[in-house]
């Protein structure tokens, strides 16, 4: 379907990024059940003998009170509260490890992730459309095939476990009751670590399952790679725009052609100002540099305040790229600099004594 809609690229960062604080993110819940089933087998066979020894005593209290309805009826009461704490003992290191085996199955699959958009009011949340093609679509039918498919498979694996030990459980009565607590223990267990294995392996692959839908899902088009890139780093004409203005921060100012010996042009893309005063410098300083536009508006101003231009277009190039404004010239160009700066001098030599 993507690939249909044009979507034929992989999820940019910045997209995967989104899509999670959006909430949207690979999670499978199948092996977070693994991983609390898994927990709970451990638990079980490692807590076992607890189970055993607070099951016994509360099936010994409860049988030491006799089975007359009147013994029933006056310690009603004291029965139900002693269930109930017999249950909450038994059951409260069970659910400590469900709690936490959830809370990491979680940190494991999304990291730690908080998003408060899947609380925001929509309205595609009370479409009846939409509400229609999430019972009915593909992902829907897939999921009721998987969780049927897991039933009969968990079912099946119970019923062969109970199969294979049918006959110690028909004789159980005849072992004793401590037998039969550790009989039954067993027999959970082995069938609890078998379902373990099983719901590992379906949760591993069903979480791949997902990573690949969810990616799938946020494939994009060329032209939103494009837009977003845009969005990221600003049009390119507007990034060219700002390019130039800082080349212009870095090239000096305008203003400081006033004080420039010499203006180098290329004729037309580069502008160099050089300042010679052997009353300030000890060698040739470039005051400002500019090209295309900046350079038209360096001559500009030249002709303004009558700073002489001269032509020269490889020490034009050379100085534009190798020397940043208000750095002197460096020594390999002193010869060509020192030329002109000749020229300009003895020109204005002749104009004073024209004078």
Do not use: W
Request: charged residues 25%; positive net charge.
């Amino acid at each position: 379907m993507a690939e249909k809609d044009g979507k034929t690229e992989k999820p940019t960062p910045k997209k995967l990024q989104d899509a999670r604080k959006k909430g949207q993110v690979p999670k499978s819940q199948d092996l977070s059940s693994a991983l609390s089933f898994v927990s709970f087998a451990l638990a079980f066979t490692a807590l076992s003998t607890y189970v055993f020894q607070r099951t016994f005593v509360f099936l010994h209290n409860m049988l030491k009170l006799g089975f007359s309805v009147d013994n029933i009826q006056n310690e009603l009461g004291s029965i139900g509260i002693t269930s109930m704490m017999y249950l909450i003992v038994i059951s409260a290191p069970f659910l400590i490890i469900a709690f936490i085996t959830g809370v990491v199955g979680n940190l494991v699959q999304v990291g730690f992730m908080f998003s408060g958009e899947a609380l925001k009011p929509s309205l595609k949340k009370i479409n009846p459309i939409s509400g229609f093609k999430n019972i009915f679509g593909k992902k829907a039918v897939f999921g009721l095939i998987k969780n049927l498919s897991k039933l009969f498979i968990v079912v099946g694996f119970t019923l062969l476990t109970l199969k294979d030990s049918a006959v110690l459980i028909m004789n159980s009565g005849n072992i004793g009751t401590p037998r039969i607590f550790t009989f039954m223990i067993g027999t959970v267990s082995r069938l609890c670590f078998i379902l373990a294995i099983f719901l590992a392996i379906l949760g591993v692959g069903d979480y791949i399952f997902q990573r690949y839908t969810h990616k799938k899902e946020l494939m994009m088009s060329m032209q939103e790679i494009k837009d977003e890139y845009k969005e990221m780093e600003g049009d390119p004409q507007v990034k060219a725009q700002r390019k130039a203005r800082y080349r212009e921060l870095l090239s000096g100012k305008i203003s400081d052609v006033d004080e420039a010996t010499v203006i180098i042009t290329n004729p037309t893309h580069f502008a160099i100002a050089i300042r010679y005063d052997q009353s300030k410098d000890e060698v040739p300083v470039v005051l400002a540099k500019g090209q295309d536009i900046m350079a038209q508006r360096m001559k500009e101003r030249a002709k303004e305040k009558e700073v002489p231009m001269i032509e020269n277009r490889p020490l034009a190039r050379a100085l534009y790229k190798d020397v940043e404004a208000g750095s002197p010239v460096p020594m390999e160009l002193y010869q060509a600099i020192a030329e002109i700066l000749a020229l300009i001098f003895q020109a204005e030599k002749m104009k004073k004594h024209k004078i």
